[in-house]
Every structure is written in structure tokens, then in C-alpha cells.
């Protein structure tokens, strides 16, 4: 009895994190639940060689994956899993703050220079889709905190999984969607949904004019004054 006790209490407190017997639950978009992980701090780049981090998405909903322009296994079905979602989502009006962000798993060949090609050659260069590169240290933590890779047979490398991930406006994982299901497009978009519903969290700013341009600017000016007003005397000359 007493040990018939204790296994049902093991199995009520897997089953909170959502896999009792290892079956995972389901939310009510019909997407895999997942424990509400923050998603890391991180800057990478973009295909177009500018920075894109967390801080571009704070406050929106965004669907990611994993992928590799070398991998063919995955990558291309989940792409056009993508980009139909970023057509039929781009149509929405209530969805206008949805991004859609592709991360590459393979850092060290997907540079931003293939990484713009391969979004172009796969009509996947709309302005809310976003294809990510960077440090093998900065890539990692992101795709496993977002669950979309497995490990590759290479030591230490890492291959796109067939998952999509939702993260909510908060920054927090909420759903991931197995991308081979024939219902993949409607679960992620019913995940999609259900995340724009919650509302944005409130930035609070000490001291409140911190966030002003005006204040930094008046920060800059005077620095640049006090620069240009200093004088370092010195005893020695430059000669070509």
C-alpha cells in the first residue's frame, strides 16, 4: 500500500509539468504544453546583417524553428511550413505584432550572407521573418530552451527538429507544435491566437524619463560639451 502511495504521487506530480507516463498535455489550441521556460536573453544577427535579440520581440507573440541550409532531412518542410504561416498570420489584422523567427542550428556554415539567399530563394524574405546566426554559445541556449532541435550524431552539433514553438508576449515559452502532424498550420495558429489574447506586460522605468530619447540626448550633449570644453596638456610633438 505504501508503495503504491508513493507511485501515485510521483505520477500527479509529473503529471503538473505535463507528462505523466510520458505523454504530454495538450492546451486548449490542441499544441503540446510546455512548462512557461523563460527564453534567455540573447543577440543574434539577421539575414540582413543587422542585430536582432529578445529586446525586438519583447511584448510581441513570435513562432520560431529550428533550421540549417545544409539539412535537408527537416528543414525544407518546416521553411514552408513557415512561410505559410507568415502569409495566412500577415492577413490577419488582429495578429499585426506576430514575428516569425528561424534560427540556424549549423552557426559556423549559416552565416548572414547564406542565410539571405536561402530566405530569398525560398520567398521567405517578408519583413516579420526573421533568420538568425551567431556564436555556436549564443545559438545553443535559445534552441534548447525553445525545444526545436535534437542532438546530432556529430559530437556536439545539434540538428533542426520537425517542431514549431510559440512564445508568448512575456517573453515565456507556451506551446510547441510537431510540424510532421497533417494539423500543424492549425495548432500553431490557435496557439498563436490564444497568446496574443494576454495582454502585454507593463515596462516600469526608475527614473520614468529614463526611457525619453530627449533625456538621453540632453546626456549625450552635455558629454560631448564637456569633452570638447577639456584640454590635456602634454609635452611632446608628432613628426611624419
Given at each position: 500500500?505504501?508503495?503504491?502511495?508513493?507511485?501515485?504521487?510521483?505520477?500527479?506530480?509529473?503529471?503538473?509539468?505535463?507528462?505523466?507516463?510520458?505523454?504530454?498535455?495538450?492546451?486548449?489550441?490542441?499544441?503540446?504544453?510546455?512548462?512557461?521556460?523563460?527564453?534567455?536573453?540573447?543577440?543574434?544577427?539577421?539575414?540582413?546583417?543587422?542585430p536582432f535579440g529578445l529586446r525586438d520581440l519583447h511584448g510581441k507573440v513570435w513562432v520560431a524553428n529550428a533550421m540549417a541550409t545544409r539539412e535537408t532531412a527537416s528543414t525544407p518542410a518546416v521553411t514552408d511550413l513557415m512561410a505559410a504561416l507568415?502569409?495566412?498570420?500577415?492577413?490577419?489584422?488582429?495578429?499585426?505584432?506576430?514575428?516569425?523567427?528561424?534560427?540556424?542550428?549549423?552557426?559556423?556554415?549559416?552565416?548572414?550572407?547564406?542565410?539571405?539567399?536561402?530566405?530569398?530563394?525560398?520567398?521567405?524574405?517578408?519583413?516579420?521573418?526573421?533568420?538568425?546566426?551567431?556564436?555556436?554559445?549564443?545559438?545553443?541556449?535559445?534552441?534548447?530552451?525553445?525545444?526545436?532541435?535534437?542532438?546530432?550524431?556529430?559530437?556536439?552539433?545539434?540538428?533542426?527538429?520537425?517542431?514549431?514553438?510559440?512564445?508568448?508576449?512575456?517573453?515565456?515559452?507556451?506551446?510547441?507544435?510537431?510540424?510532421?502532424?497533417?494539423?500543424?498550420?492549425?495548432?500553431?495558429?490557435?496557439?498563436?491566437?490564444?497568446?496574443?489574447?494576454?495582454?502585454?506586460?507593463?515596462?516600469?522605468?526608475?527614473?520614468?524619463?529614463?526611457?525619453?530619447?530627449?533625456?538621453?540626448?540632453?546626456?549625450?550633449?552635455?558629454?560631448?560639451?564637456?569633452?570638447?570644453a577639456s584640454r590635456v596638456g602634454h609635452d611632446f610633438q608628432f613628426t611624419d
Amino acid at each position: 500500500m505504501h508503495r503504491t502511495w508513493n507511485a501515485l504521487v510521483l505520477c500527479a506530480v509529473v503529471a503538473v509539468v505535463g507528462a505523466c507516463g510520458g505523454a504530454a498535455s495538450e492546451s486548449s489550441s490542441g499544441a503540446s504544453s510546455v512548462a512557461p521556460v523563460a527564453v534567455p536573453e540573447f543577440t543574434l544577427e539577421d539575414q540582413t546583417g543587422q542585430p536582432f535579440g529578445l529586446r525586438d520581440l519583447h511584448g510581441k507573440v513570435w513562432v520560431a524553428n529550428a533550421m540549417a541550409t545544409r539539412e535537408t532531412a527537416s528543414t525544407p518542410a518546416v521553411t514552408d511550413l513557415m512561410a505559410a504561416l507568415v502569409k495566412d498570420i500577415a492577413s490577419n489584422t488582429a495578429l499585426t505584432d506576430v514575428e516569425f523567427v528561424s534560427v540556424t542550428s549549423d552557426p559556423d556554415t549559416d552565416r548572414t550572407a547564406l542565410l539571405h539567399d536561402y530566405a530569398r530563394a525560398h520567398a521567405a524574405d517578408q519583413p516579420r521573418w526573421h533568420f538568425l546566426t551567431g556564436g555556436r554559445a549564443s545559438v545553443r541556449p535559445l534552441l534548447d530552451v525553445l525545444t526545436v532541435v535534437t542532438t546530432s550524431a556529430s559530437p556536439g552539433a545539434l540538428a533542426p527538429a520537425r517542431r514549431i514553438a510559440v512564445v508568448g508576449r512575456d517573453g515565456r515559452l507556451r506551446a510547441v507544435v510537431d510540424a510532421a502532424a497533417s494539423d500543424a498550420a492549425s495548432k500553431v495558429r490557435a496557439a498563436v491566437g490564444e497568446a496574443a489574447l494576454a495582454a502585454a506586460p507593463v515596462d516600469v522605468y526608475v527614473p520614468p524619463t529614463v526611457r525619453t530619447p530627449e533625456w538621453l540626448d540632453g546626456q549625450r550633449r552635455q558629454e560631448a560639451e564637456a569633452l570638447a570644453a577639456s584640454r590635456v596638456g602634454h609635452d611632446f610633438q608628432f613628426t611624419d
